[in-house]
């Protein structure tokens, strides 16, 4: 289980707040959801643009995707499952061809035909209506995960090997609230270890960057 | 050595020389006693025994240690406080029904329906949420576990010591400290580490007697 409360609690355990055995409690597990919840939008920011898709039909969308539902439009909204096994236009690389049009190095797609995989770990879809969703895929459970409104029985939005990578960065945030204000060097190199695990996409393919002028 | 509540009163006032061995309290001084006793154990709830409790917005169907919730009115209930630890608390500013998610609440298995505000603290020895309410008689058994209890007559002197027109005793004061670290001990949270004394008992003492 890697819930929000299991995460809180590690933070106040690396804050020392909490000794071995104890629980933290109702104030100390708001400010710490507080905390997670910023956190989480936080990253979400950092993580860079969406593509932005207006739409007023039923709509499954691909990953990387913020939904702008139409005005007046009443849609159904299906989360991915699989996505185009070349991924999407990458927000980032204005001006060069996206992955759309072509396998990327070392896909074995043109042989085997696999034409589709599933989202990758991390992967986001927003939509904006008249209420707000955002949602992460987990890659440990296969499955979409809310990251509004969290709650502290429910699953984190990221997969269960960032839960201490995220508990360092709630505990960075508790330091003066509800720890001693003290930042231990160990405390220090936990922060930073989380914050790159967390804010460092490590692993994500990107198509050598090449001028195509001719 | 489960004592009375009358034990605990006679003892402390036989600890400040009030009565005489083999002698009673009458019931003037037990009645006062009592209400002694009551106050010392309100008094004792959210500091050494458990959080305070924090007022949470909101009608609520689960239960925190500390929070002090609205339950849901009508069919609905509020779920105690998953897996609680010796000392953990909680309360209900309303009437509602409450579930004890498990474990035991006053004194059964099956939901809890209070009639107004109520409060509530677990005592891990056995397994059950008790009631924080005042002694009714001076004839009730403590609801504390026996190896606290002993304790009691020491921590109720100074409250009763001006009654009596007493000074307290070198051993009163240091029993009194005593009891107050084991209730803690129990039913307080430990401190940033686990070497650190329970919160709730206040910094050390500094050097020379003094704070």
Not at chain 1, 134 to 142: H, M, P, T
Not at chain 2, 30 to 36: H, K, R
Request: glycine share 12%; charged share 20%.
């Amino acid at each position: 289980m890697s819930t929000a409360r299991a995460c809180i609690v590690e933070a106040m355990k690396a804050l020392r707040v909490l000794a071995a055995g104890e629980d933290p409690d109702v104030d100390e597990l708001n400010e710490g959801l507080g905390a997670l919840q910023s956190i989480v939008l936080e990253i979400h920011e950092a993580r860079g643009p969406l593509l932005e898709v207006d739409i007023s039909t039923n709509y499954t969308p691909s990953e990387e995707q913020r939904l702008r539902v139409k005005t007046g439009s009443n849609v159904v909204v299906t989360m991915p499952v699989s996505v185009p096994f070349a991924g999407a236009v990458d927000p980032y690389d204005y001006g060069f061809l996206g992955g759309v049009l072509s396998p990327p190095v070392g896909s074995t797609q043109p042989a085997d035909g696999y034409q589709t995989r599933p989202p990758r770990d991390g992967a986001r879809i927003e939509v904006v209506d008249v209420t707000h969703a955002i949602s992460w895929y987990r890659g440990d459970i296969g499955a979409w995960q809310s990251a509004l409104g969290l709650t502290l029985d429910g699953e984190l939005p990221v997969s269960a090997r960032y839960t201490s990578s995220l508990a360092s960065l709630v505990a960075e945030r508790l330091l003066d609230t509800v720890g001693s204000g003290q930042m231990t060097p160990a405390l220090a190199t936990r922060i930073a270890r989380g914050r790159t695990a967390l804010f460092v996409r490590p692993g994500v393919w990107r198509d050598p960057v090449r001028a195509e002028y001719f | 050595m489960s004592l009375l509540v009358l034990d605990v009163i006679s003892r402390a006032a036989r600890l400040l020389g009030g009565l005489a061995s083999g002698s009673t309290l009458g019931s003037d001084e037990a009645a006062d006693g009592l209400v002694a006793y009551n106050s010392m154990k309100r008094a004792m709830f959210g500091t050494i025994i458990g959080p305070r409790l924090s007022v949470q917005p909101g009608v609520a169907t689960q239960a925190e240690n500390g929070g002090l919730y609205t339950g849901p009115a009508g069919p609905g209930v509020i779920k105690a406080p998953a897996n609680p630890r010796s000392g953990w608390r909680f309360g209900v500013n309303n009437a509602c029904t409450i579930s004890p998610n498990g474990t035991v609440i006053a004194g059964g298995s099956p939901n809890y329906v209070t009639t107004g505000p109520q409060n509530f603290w677990y005592r891990g020895d056995i397994g059950a949420w008790l009631i924080e309410a005042d002694g009714m008689s001076v004839t009730e058994g403590i609801e504390f576990p026996d190896e606290l209890v002993d304790y009691l007559p020491f921590m109720l002197a100074p409250v009763i010591s001006s009654e009596f027109g007493s000074d307290l005793t070198p051993e009163i004061v240091a029993g009194n400290a005593e009891g107050r670290q084991a209730f803690a001990r129990l039913y307080g949270r430990r401190g940033r580490a686990s070497q650190l004394p329970p919160l709730g008992l206040g910094p050390a003492a500094a050097p020379g007697g003094a704070g």
